[in-house]
């Protein structure tokens, strides 16, 4: 079985500050790793995974994640945010090739201040 | 554009009916899924269908029932629905091998 763990349900951010959303998974076999945006009244949109390779991810809208396998977490950073980065953004984790679907995290709602 | 088509877009249900909802893909994608979405609870895997003629169950699949027929189409039916099934639903599909999945812009459903 799998998990994933978003640490805060909830994190404010004022307007052009560093953001980190931090996310830890369980999984007994190797993962690929997702983040998810969701706008306000949308559905949900890909904004990187984490597949093989280079641990870290670039993904769009300037947002980037490390997978860090010993620490089983896979935190989204964004240097700089703006007001329409307010969303709800989701982790999620699938074992396989889309077998068994994604597992997801509770979400982060990430907040900017002005 | 290619994608996933879901409808209705809301429905507001009285407890008890039965209602069905559309999923549509077009891009020839063998697995699908349904998602509920609940405020801090996240999405969760309803039911799931590998190929067309095959399904499985999630995370929360009870008062759900689901087929597939076909490659490009997977309904979902709430045979006697109840308020805890209030929610957003969302299809999705993914090519196995691919990693990638679509989501569809989602179906509100108030069961009153």
């Known amino acids: 079985a799998q998990s994933v763990t978003q640490l805060d349900s909830q994190v404010p951010v004022f307007e052009e500050a560093p953001v980190e959303l931090r996310c830890n998974y369980s999984s007994s076999v190797s993962v690929y790793l997702f983040w998810y945006v969701q706008y306000p009244n949308q559905g949900l949109q890909l904004l990187l995974k984490?597949?093989?390779?280079?641990?870290l991810v670039k993904g769009i809208n300037g947002f980037e994640a490390e997978f860090n396998k010993s620490q089983t977490s896979f935190h989204l950073r964004k240097p700089s945010v703006h007001i329409s980065d307010t969303a709800e953004y989701f982790c999620a984790v699938s074992s396989g090739g889309g077998a068994d679907g994604l597992t997801f995290g509770k979400g982060t709602h990430l907040i900017i201040q002005p | 554009t290619a994608g996933i088509t879901q409808a209705p877009t809301s429905q507001i249900l009285a407890a008890g009916r039965s209602m069905t909802l559309r999923c549509t893909q077009d891009m020839r994608h063998n697995a699908m899924y349904w998602y509920r979405q609940d405020l801090g609870l996240g999405l969760r895997l309803i039911h799931y269908s590998n190929t067309a003629g095959t399904t499985g169950k999630g995370e929360v699949p009870d008062g759900y029932s689901v087929s597939r027929a076909n490659t490009d189409d997977f309904p979902l039916t709430l045979a006697s629905a109840v308020p805890s099934q209030t929610s957003v639903y969302f299809c999705?599909?993914?090519?196995?091998?691919?990693?990638?999945?679509?989501f569809g812009s989602g179906t509100r459903l108030t069961v009153v």
């Open positions: 999705a599909s993914s090519s196995p091998g691919s990693y990638g999945y679509t």
């Open positions: 984490y597949l093989s390779g280079s641990t």
